[in-house]
């Protein structure tokens, strides 16, 4: 008997069956860990690994391309907040008796770096990526929100706000740019991915205080009465 091919025969089972634990255990939290992280090279890390154990090969092509549009434009830059700052500051400066071509060129431009283009090949994959993507974010920026001092700052520095002025300003944010925003333009259905995901991640977030988005949304804007 071959002893030493015997052994060479054993480690190789042995890799194999290290191999497929390794592959199970990745499944058993992918996309779950994906989803949970916030630093983009980590998020690249996973999704690599994930397509490298030939997981959800069509999705993973799909995220791919949204992480590089995402991060891979400029070292450092998550395109996806900058945007979504970048539509807040739009939604206080757009007022519904005047959109100059200057505003709609912008818009587009803000839009197209969430990807919504994307959207015009009406794949359902790419729109339920997109929309877990936009979630991730949105996530992501809330919990800057919540800990960022100068966000939750009162005039003159004079203390902070309290949680649920907090809660109160994220929902405005929301509102304005999701529902203010496209009124101004009345071109709805470019931001309607937004308006899920908003009202999805914030209720995920705040899920005691969903009601205040959803007032905002029902009421023209207009806070429920404390």
Same mark, same amino acid.
């Given at each position: 008997? !071959?002893? %030493? ?5 054993? =480690? ?17 939290? *992918? ?6 992280? %916030? ?5 690249? %890390? ?16 799909? /995220?791919? !391309?949204? *992480?590089?549009? /995402? ?12 945007? *979504? ?24 431009? $803000? ?11 009406? !794949? ?10 936009? #979630? ?8 800057? #929100? =919540? ?7 009162? $005039? ?7 949680? !649920? ?12 740019? #999701? ?6 333009? %009345? ?17 995920? =977030? ?21």
């Amino acid at each position: 008997m !071959d002893f %030493t091919k015997l052994k060479e025969q054993q =480690k190789a089972r042995e890799e194999e069956i290290r191999k497929e634990n390794e592959k199970e255990s990745i499944a058993l939290k *992918w996309p779950d860990d994906y989803y949970k992280e %916030t630093d983009a090279k980590k998020r690249r %890390t996973l999704l690599s690994q994930a397509m490298e154990q030939g997981l959800e090969p069509q999705e993973n092509k799909i /995220r791919m !391309d949204l *992480w590089e549009r /995402r991060y891979g434009r400029k070292e450092g830059v998550d395109e996806f907040l900058a945007s *979504w700052i970048n539509l807040i500051y739009f939604a206080n400066v757009v007022k519904k008796d005047r959109i100059s071509i200057w505003h709609r060129k912008e818009k587009d431009q $803000i839009m197209r770096s969430l990807c919504v283009d994307m959207l015009e090949e009406g !794949d359902e994959k790419v729109r339920e990526l997109l929309y877990l993507e936009i #979630c991730h974010m949105l996530d992501f920026y809330m919990d800057i #929100c =919540k800990t960022d001092k100068k966000y939750s700052g009162l $005039i003159l520095g004079l203390g902070s706000m309290s949680k !649920d002025r907090v809660r109160e300003k994220i929902a405005l944010e929301f509102y304005h740019v #999701c529902y203010h925003v496209p009124s101004a333009f %009345t071109q709805l259905e470019s931001f309607q991915i937004l308006r899920r995901s908003a009202l999805d991640a914030y209720s995920a =977030k705040f899920p005691g205080h969903a009601h205040i988005l959803r007032h905002l949304i029902d009421h023209n804007g207009e806070l429920p009465a404390q």
